[in-house]
DNA sequence: CGTTCCCTTGAAATATTTCAATTATAGTGG
DNA sequence: CCACTATAATTGAAATATTTCAAGGGAACG
């Protein structure tokens, strides 16, 4: 079930390479309106029979930024194959990663309010993106209701995801974040076809930490406590989810419940299986 | 300056109160096109001259929802007067805050998606509304494309705003994001014409942590230390800021300094004033 | 004028971070 | 192809920020 993960995974993370921002070399593949669509999971509707419409796609590589901070808008991309972070950078350059990318996300939508993109977006693997330029976007909406509403509907997906994300972060435990984080990637490998069960995490601790409002220690600590209680099996970037029900369920290791296991385990009285739990 | 801050405020914030969600009476008022864009910060265009089409207001009190997760969405609302907050509710009934709506903020836009709205709007204080059903929107957008701009822009502010708040919640220390948080409600206040120096909360300690990620408590600690420090004066729900200039620069108390100055404060070597702060 | 909700403050508990050292992993160039 | 270097991941122990629990006082509302 599993198609191949091992793709290149290089991703230096160069920090300022604003320089290597944009169009890498003219890509080789273009889409019509009906990829499009299918692509992001719209029913085309009558727009699908447009064929005057095609897009232009690029090919980026890990590291390369597909548009950054501040450059003017006129363009939204769509995810066609690859793996991506957008991120914002406070005034040390700090990065904060705000979401994963891949397949079928509509990216750059943030640049629409101030005709600037407002965050960046990093390839971490090598992607293949589809260019849609906004105005032919719109000039669509106009022809198409669909289309109109399809545009709308995805900003507003994303409004949704942003909120769940501050939930999240407003109230989960660094255990229940993670969980939820893995739970999450899991669906979306699975709505991609690929295996939920088993994938490889493209991006580093350092990223999942900035993303889920924690430091890089504590996410793999988390995940090496979830590998030791038998939740998940974990070996770098490979992960196994071996009790999703437990991850998706998880909110935090309940503090009374803790305590008493920790006392179990300093008195000796409960199975080894469990000391892992408490340790 | 400050306008008269002193209306009802009771909020009785009951949890349960879905019943009376929607519409309290048919409003009086009603506001036309170019009035909506004005409310908005819109540029108004030939849109303006449009006069078949008015908005009516509806008037909601405080504790009443605006419109309740899960409802059916058909309308986006624009708040002409007083203050709310948007919350999500988790199984267990609690509470997540992502917002404080205030003059000229849109809301529902998170319903779009789902044909269902996926947060509440509660009424802090008395409030006055405008309904603007999405469908005669959506028909605007068609005949006027500055409307189209309009709304687009709109949906992408809240998502920038939404990315600030992650931003925010993930790297912030709390006095951090107390201080912003008052700023930026200094900075609304200001826009709206009013005293920015000088504000009564609308909200409780509650909301606020639940807002900021954090408890009531620490929301309340915090405040009093930047009262303590000089940074603001507060009395319960009326602050006073004193200098914005630090609130709008706090990361956090430098870890270093701080235990230099608690040093100092036990070895009594620096000014009583200096001692609030490491206190 | 009592009841309820809200705010403040302290002290102890605890989750998470920070600092630091070690091991693994991937990409680079001889 | 291998060693080399830089980046990534793991883990421990100590430091610290924030929460939790608890209690008292205050403001608002009916």
């Not at 989960?172 to 974040?177: K, Q, Y």
């Not at 998880?250 to 409960?270: F, G, N, Q, W």
Request: aromatic share 8%; hydrophobic share 45%.
């Amino acid at each position: 079930v599993s198609t191949s993960f091992a793709e290149l995974r290089s991703a230096p993370n160069s920090s300022y390479a604003s320089a290597e921002a944009g169009r890498q070399r003219a890509g080789h593949l273009w889409s019509s309106l009906a990829d499009v669509c299918n692509l992001l999971q719209i029913a085309p509707g009558s727009a699908s029979a447009d064929r005057d419409i095609v897009f232009q796609h690029v090919q980026f590589k890990a590291g390369q930024r597909i548009f950054t901070i501040g450059q003017p808008f006129d363009m939204l991309y769509i995810v066609n194959s690859g793996f991506l972070k957008t991120v914002l950078l406070d005034d040390a350059g700090n990065e904060q990663v705000l979401g994963f990318p891949m397949k079928g996300d509509l990216l750059g939508t943030d640049g629409i309010h101030q005709k600037k993109y407002a965050s960046e977006a990093v390839a971490l693997t090598s992607c293949d993106i589809v260019m849609v330029p906004f105005k032919i976007l719109t000039s669509l909406s106009r022809r198409y209701p669909e289309m109109e509403m399809a545009l709308y509907s995805a900003i507003s997906r994303e409004l949704v995801r942003e909120q769940v994300m501050l939930n999240m972060l407003g109230s989960l435990s660094a255990e229940a974040r993670v969980a939820r984080f893995l739970m999450s990637l899991s669906e979306r490998f699975s709505a991609m076809g690929y295996s939920g069960k088993e994938f490889n995490l493209r991006m580093t601790r350092q990223d999942i930490g900035s993303y889920l409002g924690l430091t890089l220690e504590t996410v793999s600590r988390t995940m090496s406590a979830f590998d030791r209680m038998g939740f998940i099996a974990v070996d770098g970037r490979a992960v196994v989810l071996k009790e999703p029900q437990t991850l998706r369920t998880l909110r935090r290791l309940p503090p009374s419940k803790a305590k008493a296991k920790k006392i179990a385990v300093e008195s000796d009285i409960i199975a080894p299986s469990e000391k892992a739990l408490a340790a």
